[in-house]
């Protein structure tokens, strides 16, 4: 069956970097792209970024471009997400997310892994 | 502020229909692109419900059903039941923004 887990999160300072990862399984990796979508405590989602099934296209949304850096790892079935210069609002549970393409829903979720940027 | 505009909450009795709007935008629903919806429980991962607008993801029960209209779409529950008590969002592209947007989402209490 399709999996997703998510690793890499914990307690990070203001400015510092911290690195996601995606491990996947149950399905075809290289076929598919790749959301990352966040969650802060209480709030709604947002999404982070995206990454087509052969990394050769990617997008993010306004609030973390430049900071952060999605890639993927075909031969390893694993995504990444870096983030760089993490701020306070960048805290919450990140999940990633398969999608078929940049505008299709995501029919796979991981269980999340959570972000806390604080000093 | 989300571009995409959901009720913050909706509630109804078990068995009875509710609806959920989630309202757009020329950049963004009503430019075409398509809205999906997920449902999501307290400490859980995001699960989809509906693809497209108005098809219903594998598995999920025919109570529930899409509809755009213009520059909104709705997801409609019927014969409510307790279980249906979750958090709803709703998703497309905004070709403004560049990017995917979610509603802020909508908490269906279920009384």
């Known amino acids: 069956q399709v999996q997703l887990v998510e690793s890499g999160g914990g307690v990070v300072q203001p400015g510092r970097s911290l690195r996601l990862s995606c491990a996947a399984s149950?399905?075809?990796?290289?076929?598919?792209?790749m959301h990352w979508v966040r969650q802060a405590p209480g709030k709604g989602l947002e999404w982070v970024s995206f990454?087509?099934?052969?990394?050769?296209?990617?997008y993010y949304a306004g609030s973390v471009k430049g900071r952060f850096t999605i890639s993927r790892d075909n031969s390893k079935n694993t995504l990444y997400l870096q983030m760089n210069s993490l701020r306070a609002e960048d805290t919450g549970v990140y999940y990633c997310?398969?999608?078929?393409?940049?505008?299709?829903?995501?029919?796979?979720w991981g269980q999340g892994t959570l972000v806390a940027v604080s000093s | 502020q989300s571009v995409l505009t959901q009720p913050p909450s909706v509630s109804g009795a078990p068995g009875q229909r509710v609806t959920i709007s989630c309202s757009g935008s020329?950049?963004?629903?009503?430019?075409?692109?398509?809205v999906h919806w997920y449902q999501q429980f307290p400490g859980t991962a995001p699960k989809v419900l509906m693809y497209?607008?108005?098809n219903r993801a594998s598995g999920v029960p025919d109570r529930f059903s899409g509809s755009k209209s213009g520059t909104s779409v709705s997801l409609a529950i019927t014969g409510l039941q307790a279980e249906d008590e979750a958090d709803y969002y709703c998703?497309?592209?905004?070709?403004?923004?560049?990017?995917?947007?979610f509603g802020g989402g909508t908490k269906l209490t279920v009384l």
């Open positions: 997310a398969r999608g078929q393409g940049f505008l299709t829903g995501s029919d796979y």
């Open positions: 149950g399905f075809t990796f290289n076929r598919y792209g």
């Open positions: 990454i087509s099934y052969d990394g050769s296209k990617t």
């Open positions: 020329s950049s963004n629903i009503g430019a075409g692109y398509d």
């Open positions: 497209g607008n108005i």
């Open positions: 998703q497309s592209y905004d070709s403004s923004l560049s990017g995917v947007v």
